[in-house]
């Protein structure tokens, strides 16, 4: 988003997903995605789905 110089809410209108939800992905407290949201993401940040997304195990 940095790099695109686009807002969080300019990105969730874009996406078609409310600025909340959109919140709770960027700071990684979602626990799942629709392929859906993930690709209309990426469209709109012309990126692929590596470039925004990481793993990260669950602790034990």
């Given at each position: 988003?940095?790099?695109?110089?686009?807002?969080?809410?300019?990105?969730?209108?874009?996406?078609?997903?409310?600025?909340?939800?959109?919140?709770?992905?960027k700071?990684?407290?979602?626990?799942?995605?629709?392929?859906?949201?993930?690709?209309?993401?990426?469209?709109?940040l012309?990126?692929?789905?590596?470039?925004?997304?990481?793993?990260?195990?669950?602790?034990?």
């Open positions: 988003m940095a790099r695109r110089k686009m807002s969080l809410n300019e990105l969730s209108q874009r996406v078609g997903i409310t600025v909340a939800n959109l919140s709770i992905l700071t990684g407290k979602a626990k799942a995605v629709r392929f859906s949201t993930l690709d209309a993401i990426c469209r709109v012309d990126c692929s789905p590596g470039d925004i997304l990481e793993f990260r195990p669950d602790p034990e």
